[in-house]
């Protein structure tokens, strides 16, 4: 089992950023791929950003392109995913998630372990 803690959401204003970080344990972190995905009330649960368990690739989401930046920290067991320039479209509660393959996906069906999620959310 590994288990995933989220934490850094909050309220923001359009335009500013984020930190969010989510911390695991119970499983050998540094051989897992890590993802972010996010879900907005009354829509599916999407793929933001992934990174492989090396940290030497990252993936993104069009929408998040240039804005977002997904990093691992090993030592720490702890991913992370700044968010910059948010946008009003960027409010969802943001899940982080570990894919044992290593590789990194963005299909939530490759992951097997999730955290509980933290919300996000970008005032006007």
């Known amino acids: 089992q590994m288990q995933l803690v989220e934490s850094g959401g909050g309220l923001v204003q359009a335009g500013g950023s984020l930190r969010l970080s989510c911390a695991a344990s119970?499983?050998?972190?540094?051989?897992?791929?890590m993802g972010w995905f996010r879900q907005a009330p009354g829509k599916e649960r999407e793929f933001v950003a992934a990174?492989?368990?090396?940290?030497?690739?990252?993936y993104y989401t069009d929408s998040v392109k240039g804005r977002f930046t997904i990093s691992r920290d090993n030592n720490k067991n702890t991913v992370y995913l700044q968010m910059s320039s948010l946008k009003l479209e960027d409010t969802a509660v943001y899940y982080c998630a570990a894919d044992r393959y290593g590789l990194g996906s963005a299909s939530r069906y490759q992951y097997e372990y999730w955290g509980q999620g933290t919300q996000v959310t970008v005032s006007s």
């Open positions: 990174i492989k368990w090396s940290g030497s690739s990252t």
């Open positions: 119970g499983r050998t972190f540094s051989s897992y791929a």
